[in-house]
């Protein structure tokens, strides 16, 4: 199967606002130096993070690095790493926060459970997962390229962290009358 292009929702996405689940986050958690941005898409929550100081590495299978850079001034461009690489293959670095706006649901089905424990692998101790896992209810719970799980195998995933912030969203998009069920996640690693 040929992979998804995904250029056009970056170019799409490139002025959207900051997820508000990172702001929600960065309010109340304040223990984190390093956030990997994983699936980090045109880059909006990379580039917010190095604004406010943090140290980020961005990853995403198809990488558009000026979209970050050219919004950085010089000392914040020493501060952001880059890795291009799918989900597959991907080695995480070390962190104090795995970031994940909407984007591991995307992972190969038959790669998801490998993926989900290198996050785990990759947090330092006490540190952070901070993204969404989409639900059994979601328009695409059909598709075979996304994973979706319903809110009691979620729980399962996340029984290695302290779960800080579960909310379950459920709703139709009005402007393509799209379903969305997803689930906000904020944990920490014990």
């Given at each position: 199967m040929k992979e998804k292009d995904w250029s056009n929702y970056q170019n799409n996405t490139l002025n959207d606002k900051v997820e508000s689940l990172l702001l ?143 909310d379950e969203i459920e709703y139709v998009r009005e402007s393509d009358n799209k379903k969305w069920h997803y689930f906000n996640i904020i944990a920490r690693k014990?």
């Amino acid at each position: 199967m040929k992979e998804k292009d995904w250029s056009n929702y970056q170019n799409n996405t490139l002025n959207d606002k900051v997820e508000s689940l990172l702001l929600e986050f960065l309010d109340k958690y304040k223990d984190i130096d390093t956030v990997v941005d994983l699936g980090c898409g045109a880059g909006n929550e990379s580039v917010y993070l190095l604004k406010h100081g943090y140290k980020v590495v961005s990853i995403d299978r198809q990488l558009n690095k000026s979209f970050i850079l050219d919004r950085l001034g010089e000392n914040e461009k020493n501060n952001v790493k880059f890795i291009e690489s799918d989900f597959k293959d991907v080695v995480i670095p070390k962190s104090d926060c795995v970031m994940a706006m909407f984007s591991i649901p995307f992972c190969k089905k038959e790669f998801f459970d490998e993926l989900w424990n290198k996050i785990y692998d990759s947090i330092n101790v006490n540190g952070y997962f901070v993204g969404q896992l989409f639900g059994d209810r979601d328009a695409w719970k059909d598709s075979d390229w996304v994973n979706t799980f319903s809110k009691n195998e979620v729980l399962v995933k996340l029984e290695k962290y302290e779960l800080l912030l579960f909310d379950e969203i459920e709703y139709v998009r009005e402007s393509d009358n799209k379903k969305w069920h997803y689930f906000n996640i904020i944990a920490r690693k014990k």
